[in-house]
């Protein structure tokens, strides 16, 4: 009963618990996974590969953006002259209507 009481307290405890965790861990020489990761040849591939993914994904985008504000500012340059024909179309048209007018 003495060794069921105690369990319960250590279960409670939270920091008791850890402090128990920490003791049987060295004891047994278990060591903690973030370790062992750093160990593990084929998980740091794979994490690099990710990080490689995430970086050029980035990339992409910016260059994505890029060429959008390139084929924006061609249209816009090419824009302009019609607008502006169209707006000088529509200023003698007012011109002429206003002359019919008086």
């Known amino acids: 009963s003495f060794i069921e009481g105690k369990e ?4 409670n405890e939270p920091k008791q618990l ?3 965790m920490e003791v049987f861990n060295k004891f047994y020489n278990i060591e903690e ?3 062992l990761d750093k160990n593990n040849e084929f998980l740091q591939i794979m994490d690099r590969a990710s990080q490689i993914r995430q970086k050029s994904n980035k990339q ?3 260059t994505v953006n890029i060429c959008q504000e390139a084929i924006n500012n061609a249209l816009i ?3 302009q002259p019609w607008v502006q024909r169209m707006y000088e179309k529509y200023l003698k048209q007012t011109k002429q209507v206003r ?3 008086t």
Request: charged fraction near 40%.
């Open 8 to 11: 319960e307290y250590i279960m």
């Open 18 to 20: 850890e402090e128990h």
């Open 33 to 35: 996974e973030e370790k």
């Open 60 to 62: 992409s985008l910016t």
């Open 77 to 79: 340059s090419q824009h």
């Open 99 to 101: 002359q019919k007018e």
